[in-house]
């Protein structure tokens, strides 16, 4: 039981690249959701799906697109990347009423 | 602004020294509170998980306290040890307990344990 799963964990880009960060976890959790961790900041929360086949913008959506692959699996894109981009990344998957939430280890965003 | 403020930002403690970190909110209307264990390089851990009913929840040596009337709450290390060095994050749910969680996050307070 791995728990959620994250890769990269590390990457460093030139802006305009675009990539895709993965994000997989075995525990059958319905939801998951997409971080974004910046120095003297609290987590920020990008996008979010509460179940298979759904997806929904949080906080911080621009920029960032996901997709609901299944329900293990929850990718989050950049298209273009932008220095304003560079953070950790967390994802993270949830059950139960109290939504208590499980996160992945995260991956280390540079965007030169 | 930011509507879960802790204090200190961070703190330096002996080993085998007690420790408190704060937490105020102004999240509303309040569903839980959650406190995270987040070691450097490595995704938050939750310690404890504290319902509007519920002022004083332990796990272990970390025990943590909910003022509701005030907004505040707090986490209270006992006896501390090295690997308690981390960030410690204070999560505040809005919402209906049943909703998906509207989570507000703390900037974290950073703890360094000292030999």
């Known amino acids: 039981n791995a728990g959620v799963t994250q890769t990269p964990k590390f990457q460093v880009l030139k802006t305009g690249q675009s990539m895709t960060l993965q994000c997989a976890q075995d525990?059958?959790?319905?939801?998951m959701y997409w971080y974004r961790q910046d120095p003297g900041m609290g987590l920020r929360l990008i996008y979010y799906?509460?179940?298979?086949?759904?997806?929904d913008k949080g906080e911080v959506p621009n920029g960032y697109n996901v997709s609901r692959l299944n329900k293990r699996e929850f990718s989050l894109r950049l298209e273009s990347a932008a220095p304003s981009q560079t953070s950790v990344y967390f994802c993270?998957?949830?059950?139960?009423?109290?939504?208590?939430?499980?996160f992945g280890p995260g991956t280390r965003l540079t965007v030169l | 602004k930011n509507q879960v403020e802790q204090s200190p930002q961070s703190l330096i403690i002996l080993e085998g020294k007690n420790c408190t970190l704060q937490?105020?909110?102004?999240?509303?209307?309040?569903?839980?509170l959650r406190w995270y264990k987040q070691d450097t390089g490595r995704g938050p851990v939750s310690l404890t998980i504290?319902?509007?009913?519920?002022n004083t929840k332990s796990n272990g040596r970390y025990t943590a306290t909910l003022d509701a009337d005030t907004k505040q709450s707090s986490l209270h290390i006992t006896a501390s040890q090295l690997s308690d060095s981390a960030s410690y994050i204070c999560?505040?749910?809005?919402?209906?307990?049943?909703?998906?969680?509207?989570?507000?996050f703390g900037a974290g307070t950073q703890v360094v344990v000292t030999p």
């Open positions: 993270a998957s949830s059950v139960g009423q109290r939504n208590e939430q499980f």
């Open positions: 525990m059958n959790h319905n939801s």
């Open positions: 799906s509460a179940s298979e086949g759904t997806t």
């Open positions: 937490c105020n909110y102004t999240v509303s209307p309040f569903s839980n």
């Open positions: 504290m319902t509007f009913s519920e």
């Open positions: 999560v505040v749910s809005a919402g209906k307990a049943d909703s998906w969680g509207k989570l507000q």
